[in-house]
């Protein structure tokens, strides 16, 4: 079973810090996802980052993926409170099912 | 964009009873769904695999006669919790993979209640 730990579980800032997630495993992954949930609806897909190394931006959202292709990382400019929400890594293996993070609660407090 | 239509979003049903969950995805076609169960403040964890025409694929300690999955068209999957009891009240999440681009598209949720 691969695994995939996200850290921090729980983060809770002052609105224009900086902040970043990280998700790690030991396992190879073809490519990693980062999804943004909101209470009581489903993951909102973010990015997709496939390549070692890759780095994507999104606005105040810059996203990395490791070189070896087993880690990655959120990163977030000044956040706002409208950030506020769940934020999942999710590995895609080779036989294409996604393996999620455990989550990290994200609270950005205006 | 892709969409994902999962119904219903809510329900309430009485212990012993069944309970149908659709997923379709409205403007593509999916050979391949994901239903996954997500508790309070934890993340998704994958329940099973379902590919149109064939049997489904479940995790190590899902129940198959308890969650019975149908993927007849490349556009359905359904989830019927059968016999459910208080234990199974989650939030359950479909998902789809596009056969043509191979991305994920996740439907809204369904929240269910089992009294």
């Known amino acids: 079973t691969q695994l995939l730990e996200q850290s921090p579980q729980f983060l809770s800032i002052q609105e224009g810090e900086n902040l970043t997630v990280y998700c790690n495993s030991s396992?190879?992954?073809?490519?990693l996802q980062w999804y943004r949930q909101e209470p009581g609806e489903g993951p909102v897909l973010l990015v997709t980052?496939?390549?070692?190394?890759e780095v994507k931006k999104l606005k105040r959202l810059t996203f990395q993926f490791g070189d070896a292709r087993k880690d990655s990382s959120l990163h977030i400019t000044a956040a706002q409170p409208g950030d506020t929400g769940l934020y999942l890594c999710a590995g895609e293996s080779a036989g294409n099912m996604l393996t999620f993070g455990g989550g990290t609660r994200l609270m950005v407090k205006p | 964009g892709a969409v994902v239509s999962q119904h219903p979003s809510r329900v309430i049903c009485k212990s012993g009873t069944s309970v149908k969950i659709e997923c379709r995805s409205l403007d593509f076609q999916a050979t391949t769904m994901f239903w996954y169960r997500q508790f309070p403040k934890q993340s998704l964890m994958l329940m099973a695999t379902s590919n149109e025409g064939s049997k489904a694929t479940y995790e190590q300690g899902v129940e198959k006669d308890k969650f019975l999955i149908n993927h007849a068209s490349l556009t359905l999957s359904t989830l019927t919790v059968t016999s459910a009891h208080p234990e199974d009240s989650s939030f359950y999440i479909c998902s789809a993979r596009h056969t043509s681009n191979y991305g994920y598209t996740f439907g809204s949720g369904t929240r269910l209640t089992v009294v």
């Open positions: 980052v496939v390549t070692g190394g």
């Open positions: 396992s190879v992954f073809s490519s």
